[in-house]
């Protein structure tokens, strides 16, 4: 649904986003990650049509950004940064505006306007001037707007930002019931978001992609071992060349820990449980199991890995 | 037809904001304020004629009221029109929502007309009101409708080529006082053109009359249409929307 193929932006000697490619497909939920200033923003406005790249091309729903711009966005829903809006009107004639704009037609007009602003839970505040609107509310109104007319693809630049943890479960939860029907590509830099909502991740750093695919796919790729970490009581030295003799472990890390107790991380190829052996091992020496636990290898610590990573690189 | 909701927008915006009624309060009290000063002194005019009766045949109500009202009425304007055009584009752009309206599924130059005829239709509003000056000249005595209608057509051409440069500039910056100041700087000076054409000769002074932006007017108000003055306006008027549009084209590449 959405083909980016080797995008550069330059704003006059600095380079906002280099050589960026991916693939959304129909339906799913992509999410892009990426620290402040990686990017994001210019990315989606570029497939939003409101700029032209500098070198590259995009395809949105089949159709060229820069060549075939209005039929793109007959097809696509925005949400900017920051959610700018008319503050001087009221919320129901603003989205009538937009549906207008659209170009939904006179009689369903009023239908169309009263079931985004259910569905964003802004009905209550549809005579109030959106000026007088708290951000939450203003970001409501901003996701309204890009919902009217049923875009097929949706582009949403940090669509939570501003809300509180309520609003947020509640527009975390729209947004999945999107995925099927419509594309969407959404930015955040809040990564428990990205686990939650979006089925693809795509993580941007500098102006490039530093990874891309399915969350368990970049797990896999970052964290190719998994971990886990024990602390045992007993003789430090023997329970760590202990552990080193479990079959199927590939490397153990001594870890500080107390005296009388032994604190390791220990590393086995993915998909090979060493925790049984582990624990019959403390059982057999006689030794007190204090802790054992999966070390998590969540969305956090792969994006912390790789961005990081990066500037090691680069330093 | 994408036009028409950018126009409701901006119709909604000049009558919800005190934007188009301070335009029109503040312009219909100067112009007022003139047009009775005029009058007096014409009526004034008229009484001393009735002692001297060789100047009668000059006087004329519609020559001698309305002619100076209109010009009058077009030196207040280019003051008044940029209160009118500075928001367009410029708050747009420093509040982020031309993002939006830019990548809505509407052409820049379906944007521009909307945004266009809205101001177009606030001050098609103030000439409407100011129809009550001729309307009282009515009521006491003779007018000539004729001239009357030509004056008004030159002030709706007048006004189309100053909202369209208030449009232009507008386009050309985010901060409104900025795009008001500029605006009413550059009619200024493309009227105060005029005032050198007295002093210099020749090929000069005829240019530097042409270029001049109120000197245009006068004509319109004598009742002569006049080609030449028309497409001035229709040129200046055309050639600043054409701009706008370049302008619009250019935010786009410069991001």
């Known amino acids: 649904m959405i083909q980016v193929e080797h995008l550069t932006k330059r704003y006059g000697p600095v380079t906002a986003v280099s050589d960026v490619s991916f693939n959304v497909d129909k339906g799913t939920i992509v999410g892009f990650l990426g620290p402040n200033g990686a990017g994001k923003s210019t990315t989606m406005k570029i497939l939003s049509c409101f700029m032209p790249a500098s070198g590259g091309s995009a395809r949105v729903a089949g159709y060229d950004v820069f060549t075939q711009s209005l039929d793109v966005r007959r097809r696509i829903g925005y949400l900017p940064e920051n959610a700018p809006l008319y503050t001087d009107l009221p919320v129901a004639s603003y989205l009538e505006f937009v549906a207008e704009i659209k170009g939904v037609g006179r009689r369903e007009r009023r239908a169309r306007v009263d079931e985004v602003m259910e569905r964003c839970f802004i009905t209550d505040m549809r005579r109030r001037l959106i000026g007088r609107l708290s951000k939450g509310y203003r970001q409501r109104v901003g996701l309204a707007q890009a919902l009217l007319g049923n875009p097929d693809v949706l582009i949403l630049d940090e669509p939570t930002i501003g809300l509180d943890p309520k609003q947020i479960t509640e527009i975390r939860s729209l947004i999945r019931s999107l995925a099927g029907q419509h594309t969407v590509i959404l930015s955040t830099h809040i990564l428990p978001e990205v686990s939650m909502v979006c089925d693809g991740v795509i993580i941007i750093n500098r102006g490039r992609i530093v990874a891309q695919g399915t969350q368990s796919e970049l797990v896999e790729q970052v964290f190719p071992t998994s971990r886990i970490e024990v602390e045992i009581g007993g003789p430090r030295d023997a329970v760590v060349s202990a552990l080193r003799a479990v079959p199927g472990v590939l490397g153990v890390e001594d870890l500080p820990s107390p005296d009388g107790s032994a604190r390791a991380l220990v590393e086995s190829p993915r998909g090979r449980d060493v925790r049984g052996e582990v624990v019959q091992l403390v059982a057999a020496r006689n030794w007190r199991l204090l802790e054992l636990h999966q070390v998590g290898m969540s969305l956090e610590e792969v994006f912390i890995r790789v961005v990081a990573g990066e500037q090691e690189t680069e330093a | ?255």
């Open chain 2, 1 to 255: 037809m994408r036009w028409v909701p950018v126009f409701k927008k901006e119709m909604r915006l000049y009558f919800g904001s005190p934007v188009a009624y301070a335009f029109l309060a503040l312009f219909l009290l100067i112009a007022g304020w003139m047009f009775s000063q005029i009058f007096l002194i014409y009526s004034e005019m008229s009484m001393r004629s009735f002692m001297q009766p060789m100047g009668a045949q000059n006087l004329n109500p519609t020559e001698s009221v309305m002619r100076p009202v209109f010009s009058n009425m077009s030196v207040v304007l280019l003051f008044f029109i940029p209160m009118l055009t500075m928001r367009l584009f410029a708050e747009e752009k420093k509040s982020g929502t031309i993002e939006l309206l830019l990548t809505y599924p509407v052409r820049d130059g379906e944007v521009l007309m909307g945004k266009f005829l809205a101001a177009g239709a606030v001050y098609l509003l103030l000439l409407v009101l100011t129809l009550a000056y001729p309307g009282l000249m009515w009521a006491f005595g003779r007018v000539e409708w004729g001239a009357i209608l030509t004056g008004y057509v030159g002030l709706l051409l007048l006004g189309a080529a100053f909202l369209a440069v208030g449009v232009f500039i507008s386009a050309l910056t985010e901060n409104q006082i900025i795009a008001g100041s500029a605006t009413f700087g550059v009619l200024l000076t493309f009227w105060l053109i005029g005032w050198g054409a007295d002093a210099a000769g020749g090929k000069l002074r005829s240019l530097l009359q042409y270029l001049s932006i109120i000197e245009h007017m006068d004509g319109f108000g004598k009742g002569v249409i006049d080609t030449k003055d028309v497409v001035y306006y229709v040129t200046v008027a055309a050639f600043a929307l054409f701009l706008t549009l370049r302008a619009l084209d250019a935010k786009r590449w410069k991001g």
